[in-house]
């Protein structure tokens, strides 16, 4: 029968809307939870994982409104806020709040690995926590997040490394090379400014 509701929980949106509009057009919606654990497995459950967190849909043009419905009323019963987004821009901005935060963790540990971590780590700072939180998420599910959006994770890290580049002579030992980094410190704390002030603010569920 046709009344019937198909979705998936993926990180990745571009490729399985385009499949499930071809195979199901009237039934598949593509949805990714924006909550989530390192760790895996029934033990690791909690009730509360989805409350007051975004659950972002990417409805496409042959969406029914009546299916659309259905799913946010759906996400709404387990306490999440449901968010339209297109699924090409879902995966670019994935690539720069998700995808290569994970993939930075992971580097960040590795180097760490190359540095005796045993004795290394027990000098740690608060700082440390949330990124070795991070890496320790699985590679079976990360490995086809990367495959799914390398595109846009590739773009990110050369972002990234462009940022590295210009910053590098800022480290030459004078006081005003140093001073250098004055203006990108304004710049991430008005970030975070801006972050916190999302967070204290209610998530607006996006119409379509």
Known sequence: ???????????????????????L???????HPMAG??????????????ANKSYLLCPHQDTPSERLADLQSLVRRFGAIPRLIDAERHDEYMAFVSHLPQLYSVLLANLLARHEPGRLLTYYGGGLDGQLRLAASPFSMWGDVFKHNAGNLKAALEELRSLIDEVLPSLDDTDEAIAGFASRFARAN???RQFEAMKSSPIVETQR
């Open 1 to 23: 029968g046709k009344n019937i509701l198909v979705t998936d929980i993926g990180s990745c949106k571009r490729e399985i809307t385009a499949l499930g509009r071809d195979v």
């Open 25 to 31: 057009p009237q039934q598949f919606i593509a949805g």
């Open 37 to 50: 654990k390192e760790f895996s497995g029934i033990r690791h459950a909690t009730p509360l994982l989805f």
């Open 190 to 192: 008005e970030v975070h």
